[in-house]
């Protein structure tokens, strides 16, 4: 199960965006009206992704979502607005880095398509991350073998001495 905090200071969006996205999928959905209650819920729990709106009095939303980054920055990151500013959309990409930009209004399934495409993506980079760490212990072990092999070799070179016959097997000595 995903859990998405949605930030709107208008209530009545709030209701649509949560009847849009709670009949399609088993979602936890937290709605906030107020950035900053917002920030002090994702202190205490963890979300997979912020979707916020551009507008909002006491804290925009590339502010928002900058500081949902900092605190979780694995989430994915949407903007919601009715105002299609270049500048404001540029400024949300590059400081926030937001995954999409939602245009109000917006159509429940291209709504829910996009949270959709955006929860896959951060299920792809989580795995790509495991997968990177797994990749370096391996690396890890790996480094740590051959330095003992090494070091064995260096100690008791007569073990690594080998003689090979000319179809490639191992000539033991019968003494």
Known sequence: MYRIMIVDDEKNILHALRRALDRQFDWEIETCHIPCDALKRA?????????????????????????????????????????????????????AEIYRFISKPWEDYDLTTTLIQALIHRDTLTENRHLADQVRAQQQELDKRKLALEQLKNAHPTLFQVDWDADGSVLLDEE
């Not at 916020?52 to 949407?78: H, I, N, T, W």
């Open 43 to 95: 202190r205490a729990t963890t979300f997979d992704l912020f979707l916020s709106d551009y507008r909002m009095p006491d804290m925009d939303g590339v502010q928002f979502l900058c500081e949902a980054k900092a605190l979780q920055p694995e989430a994915m990151r949407l903007i919601l607005s009715g105002h299609t500013d270049l500048k404001a959309l540029t400024s949300a990409i590059n400081q």
